[in-house]
């Protein structure tokens, strides 16, 4: 029987490794996040993946990636909202419009809609 000790605690950084066959492997618990991460943190994360890999390995490996892309996703979706409405106002994309003339409507809408994708991307997930 060996006189290696099954665990170990590392006070330089806090963690506990396990000892599995010949080696020690930190006993990493992850938290569970409930939140979706949904369309703009996916694109964070390729982006992140891609171009920004430090910040990437950094927020996987201390457990924090899956609330760092749901907090973005949230703030995203708020301000696509909010600029979405604001040009729809501004540009006079009404009911009235949708009632008199629906193919304009859609137009707008459509135009409106890849605006504000724009916006979203440049702005807040490809920095």
Known sequence: MSDQRKILHDDRNGLDYVL?????????DLPDETRPIGYWGMLRKDYMKNYKSGMYSYLLLTGKLDSYLADLNEQAQEWYELIEEQIRSAEGVTEELKRQNPM??????NNIRDRV?????????YV
């Open 117 to 125: 994708t724009d916006i979203i991307k440049h702005e807040l997930i």
């Open 104 to 109: 304009e409507w859609v137009r707008h809408c």
């Open 20 to 28: 599995v066959g010949d080696y020690y492997l930190p006993m990493i």
